[in-house]
């Protein structure tokens, strides 16, 4: 066995274990970090978000037939 191989076999563990911790810890710290910053969706009611897409989609449509 190599160097390398040994320091992937430490970092990463047999299956691929430090990966996944560090994909949950991601996953984790993002999650937070975007819930901190999206306060506003409890704002609006499910009646304007959706006239506010059709409307987005609408326009979207109009620019891409000019």
Known sequence: ???GSRFATK???FG???LVRCLQ???AFH???HNH???ERHFYS???FKLN???ALTEWRQLLSA
Do not use: P
Request: overall charge positive; cysteine-free.
């Open 1 to 3: 066995m190599n160097a």
């Open 53 to 55: 897409r059709t409307a």
């Open 25 to 27: 810890k991601f996953a």
């Open 11 to 13: 970092q990463f563990g």
């Open 31 to 33: 999650s937070s970090v």
């Open 37 to 39: 910053f999206n306060q």
């Open 46 to 48: 499910r009646e304007n």
């Open 16 to 18: 691929g274990t430090g």
